[in-house]
């Protein structure tokens, strides 16, 4: 009989933690002389590590899926340079997985100030925590699997977000679409090429002078109407929602904010204020239940407009700079300007301007009220986002109890997981961006953070051709798909380039696996499971899967091993079973092969997106649609690699309810079972959803047969 897997959840109450109640289970607090796996040295919190442990973890952060050997900070932060060098990025993701020969546990600490984490940086054997105090809350899981730990953590942090369905769809957008013309321009030029689309982004440009909860009426005129006519074509408008309120007379929302101290003091009691797109700003107290009821209760001048999904930006919260700021370079300068500049001089007026943008000194200078407690921001820092997307979830949950919406944020802690996803913000047009793509989203969904995914094609600087090939090659795996650029970058929609029939086949394909992506989206976040996993989650004791960081699981049946490097047309591939290889050329031309465990190389040109299909596992798929509303699923493929027994089970639901609460109506099992030559086919087709079943069954030798009309 297998031994039935367990793990134990620990909590430690280290001194006088605030209280975030960002988990809302409630846990007997252990015995402080009685720490398992870590210990407490001067206020640091200690792990020592064996040679070959792994730690994984800290979600949305720089470098490898193991995070050993490097030093991190939890401090949400606005920083478009995504390099190595950097320790923090926007999101501050508190848990570590240690996994060693003996022992896996995870430690998650429930704490909102800044923390650092060395992790083997400076003695590659320990393992280093530094709060900014000893104040925390903190939990320990120990388990016997990876799997295991992921479960017991995600439901310790409370099940995640459902974004509707549409939402699974290609979404487009650009900061540069500035006028209704732009946006008629897009969806013209999708339908001219046939490109399915399911959504267009609206980025600041859409609002007067970057107010939030207005909109320009000279360059969208008639912003209702075209919101409406694009809903009848299926395509959704999501305008952007940034933090930072402007500080104008009689703008409502600046007055009525001000009036009321809704928002963020400075040590005096005054409205703190700072500079950002609108100019001077105010930042709303998102922290303070008053004011984030009263800031979420907004977007419904949006939602009036027939609007179905937003996403917030600048929640770190971003500051360009503050008037204190300012006035210093300008009196440091002031000061030095008739001096004989040396190069010492110069930089010191060159850096006093260029580091006027989110300062240390500036969060140490503004006020929240977080359950009637003051708090410098520095030491809640990593909450304002949490609050900003929380705020907007709640209130929409309460307004519209049935309706799901789309909502995902750039700034985030563990806890945003349950009201919103994230995208990964302002990333490059460098192939080393979709490696890290590709390892954000393993370790995002470590988080519970499964609605998520980069800005394909990159943000910033000109991206070519065939990085955007290769990036939406990834790309259609993950849950949130869209492009995205900055303003004065190189156009990035697909049908600026020559090859746009490519483009159109790779959307084709994202559409045909939306049941698959759906149902495992779906299962990750009912079953707490992983959604995209590094391979060594599934295949622990196979000592390889531990070293590899550039493939990965999606869902139960897919792996996948992108291409991300330029001109690269094959790559080698880690099979830690046999898998059937599969290369799309389009979603029902495709070439397939069965690849034998262990190393292997493979050839993929850049026409063909390919994955693998694991062993006694199943994949659905559908025919393309134009959007995710006219997927029609009374027909579905099945291409299976069956060996012995597969089974997959497909979910899926109206897609705009709540309903998938009651997942138990939604299933259709499909089973295979070989025997000798023979397939024993087994589908319980309870909501006689799918009215034609196909067939594409292979064994490990190659030898397939196709079997239609399975019902
Ligand atoms: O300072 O709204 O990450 O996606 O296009 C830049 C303009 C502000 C940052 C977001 C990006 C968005 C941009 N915003």
């Not at 996803?421 to 192939?431: A, E, F």
Request: with cysteine; net charge negative; aromatic share 16%.
């Amino acid at each position: 009989m297998k031994h039935k897997k367990q793990s134990i959840v620990k909590k430690y109450k280290l001194g006088n933690p605030i209280e975030t109640n960002i988990i809302d289970r409630q846990i007997f607090c252990e015995d402080n002389n009685n720490f398992e796996h870590f210990q407490i040295f001067d206020d640091d919190i200690v792990i020592n590590l064996n040679e070959t442990d792994i730690v994984y973890g800290l979600g949305q952060s720089t470098r490898g899926i193991n995070k050993r050997g490097f030093i991190y900070k939890s401090f949400c932060v606005d920083d478009d340079m995504h390099t190595e060098n950097k320790s923090s990025l926007y999101g501050s993701h508190n848990i570590l997985i240690i996994k060693n020969k003996a022992k896996i546990f995870a430690i998650y600490t429930d704490y909102p100030g800044e923390i650092t984490y060395d992790i083997g940086y400076t003695d590659s054997n320990i393992l280093k925590m530094s709060p900014k105090s000893l104040d925390i809350n903190l939990y320990i899981i120990t388990s016997d699997s990876l799997k295991q730990i992921i479960k017991e953590f995600r439901s310790l942090i409370g099940p995640s977000y459902v974004p509707p369905k549409w939402a699974f769809g290609y979404q487009q957008s650009r900061w540069g679409y500035e006028t209704e013309s732009d946006i008629k321009n897009v969806v013209e030029n999708f339908k001219k090429n046939n490109l399915p689309i399911d959504s267009i982004y609206l980025d600041i440009d859409y609002m007067q002078q970057y107010k939030n909860f207005t909109v320009d009426q000279k360059s969208f005129p008639n912003f209702e109407k075209l919101v409406k006519d694009l809903l009848e074509e299926n395509i959704k408008l999501v305008p952007i929602i940034d933090a930072a309120v402007r500080i104008e007379k009689d703008y409502e929302l600046y007055e009525e904010g001000a009036a009321n101290n809704y928002f963020c003091k400075d040590e005096y009691g005054n409205d703190f204020e700072a500079g950002c797109w609108p100019g001077k700003v105010c930042f709303p107290d998102f922290l303070n239940e008053k004011s984030r009821n009263w800031f979420s209760s907004k977007y419904k001048f949006l939602i009036d407009k027939g609007i179905n999904g937003f996403w917030n930006d600048m929640n770190e919260p971003a500051i360009f700079y503050t008037p204190e700021g300012i006035s210093s370079a300008v009196e440091n300068v002031n000061q030095i300007k008739d001096n004989d500049i040396d190069l010492s001089l110069f930089f010191t007026i060159k850096d006093g301007f260029s580091n006027l943008m989110n300062r240390m000194q500036d969060y140490k200078s503004f006020y929240h009220t977080l359950d009637e407690i003051k708090f410098r921001n520095d030491i809640v820092h990593n909450l304002y986002a949490y609050f900003m997307t929380k705020g907007c979830y709640e209130y929409l949950d309460k307004e519209f109890p049935d309706k799901r919406f789309l909502l995902f944020s750039r700034s985030s802690c563990i806890g945003s997981h349950k009201h919103s996803g994230v995208w990964t913000g302002d990333n490059r047009s460098w192939w080393s961006h979709l490696l890290m793509n590709i390892k954000h989203m393993a370790s995002l969904n470590m988080c519970g953070f499964i609605y998520s995914g980069a800005d394909i094609g990159g943000f910033s600087d000109n991206t070519t051709e065939d990085l955007l090939i290769r990036w939406m090659q990834f790309g259609i795996f993950a849950p949130l798909f869209r492009n995205h650029a900055a303003k004065g970058t190189r156009n990035q929609e697909p049908y600026n380039f020559n090859k746009v029939n490519l483009f159109k086949n790779i959307l084709n394909i994202r559409y045909s696996l939306i049941l698959y992506i759906y149902s495992e989206y779906m299962k990750a976040i009912i079953e707490n499971i992983m959604y995209f996993s590094p391979l060594s989650f599934e295949y622990e004791s196979d000592t390889f899967c531990l070293r590899i960081e550039d493939q990965l699981l999606v869902g139960e049946s897919i792996m996948i091993a992108p291409i991300y490097e330029q001109n690269g047309i094959g790559r080698y591939v880690y099979l830690p079973e046999d898998m059937l290889f599969i290369k799309f050329k389009e979603f029902d031309k495709y070439h397939f092969e069965v690849r034998y465990k262990g190393h292997n190389y493979i050839d993929i040109s850049i026409e063909e997106t390919h994955l693998f299909l694991r062993k006694n596992k199943i994949l659905p798929l559908t025919n393309p649609a134009t959007n995710v509303e006219s997927i029609d699923c009374s027909t579905i493929y099945l291409i299976a690699f069956v060996c012995d027994i597969a089974n997959f089970e497909i979910y899926d639901d109206d897609g705009y309810s709540k309903g998938y609460l009651n997942h138990k109506n939604f299933k259709t099992n499909i089973g295979i079972t070989k025997k000798g030559q023979d397939y024993i086919i087994n589908i319980e087709n309870n909501n006689n959803k799918f009215k034609h079943i196909e067939m594409k069954i292979f064994d490990e030798n190659g030898y397939n047969r196709t079997i239609y009309d399975c019902i």
